[in-house]
């Protein structure tokens, strides 16, 4: 981002994990309230990059091997006589999701218990942050109306 934005920038998604990054925008004078919501806020976005980069990586060597694995039990190749990837139909891939979403069912789980924990943190967080800027607003109001 350039050095003059006051505001966080979301980039690209992530070739591994689908998300999004921010660059979060660090004022020049951020209070410790505000460092530590912001600290939280960049260690949620890593904690879900590294789930979701290992998540989709094992999804798809999983699914690939899958696909393989039925394809050579139906005595097909990996690729037809086009030169075209080879693929089975929705019935048979959806038992493989099935199977998927069963085996990781405590991993997303753990997932989404700590995935609220975090937000839970960073709500209360910016609550937090929010209060104290407006009680900051309203000194400098109190103190600049009195003059």
Request: charged share 35%; glycine share 4%; with cysteine.
């Amino acid at each position: 981002p350039p050095a003059h934005s006051r505001n966080d920038w979301i980039g690209p998604p992530d070739k591994h994990s689908n998300l999004r990054p921010v660059i979060f925008y660090v004022p020049p004078e951020e209070s410790s309230l505000e460092r530590r919501l912001r600290e939280a806020r960049q260690e949620a976005q890593a904690c879900d990059q590294r789930f979701w980069a290992r998540h989709n990586r094992a999804f798809c060597q999983e699914k690939e091997e899958f696909i393989y694995s039925r394809l050579k039990a139906k005595g097909l190749e990996r690729r037809d006589e086009t030169g075209q990837k080879a693929t089975l139909n929705a019935e048979e891939m959806a038992d493989f999701y099935k199977d998927f979403l069963s085996k990781n069912f405590r991993k997303h789980m753990q997932y989404n218990r700590d995935w609220y924990k975090r937000n839970f943190t960073i709500t209360f967080l910016m609550g937090q942050v929010a209060l104290a800027r407006a009680l900051r607003w309203l000194r400098w109001k109190k103190k600049n109306v009195g003059n």
